[in-house]
Nanobody, 127 residues
């Protein structure tokens, strides 16, 4: 059974750091693109970061460039999102997603590409 489970969310002060994890089971995550997205109530879902499977390249939303880093751990079948210098505007529910049998021809920051999603983890940046 294909499953993605996020963890690592929490409450942090502005300027702080968190590392989100996305553990995959039922398939080999390294063979597929992975994306991190976030959702705030009343706003559109936003693509935060993604990693392609063919060349391992990563992409980031302008709002997080230089602060967030996506990495893969092949041995653990897990993807991480290291978030540094967090800002109030980073508060959201964060989801990971993969394009296993998805619309791989779409850009990797496009949520429509992905057909498997985790349950999400809450990140709250508050002073």
């Amino acid at each position: 059974q294909v499953q993605l489970v996020e963890s690592g969310g929490g409450v942090v002060q502005p300027g702080g750091s968190l590392r989100l994890s996305c553990a995959a089971s039922g398939f080999t995550l390294d063979l597929y693109a992975i994306g991190w997205f976030r959702k705030v109530p009343g706003k559109e879902r936003e693509g935060v970061s993604c990693s392609s499977s063919n060349d391992g390249s990563t992409d980031y939303a302008d709002s997080v460039k230089g602060r967030f880093t996506l990495s893969r751990d092949k041995a653990k079948n897990t993807v991480y999102l290291q978030m540094n210098n967090l800002e109030l505007e980073d508060t959201a529910v964060y989801y990971c997603a993969t394009d296993l049998n998805g619309r791989w021809y779409l850009g990797c920051l496009n949520g429509e590409r992905y057909n498997y999603w985790g349950q999400g983890t809450q990140v709250t940046v508050s002073s």
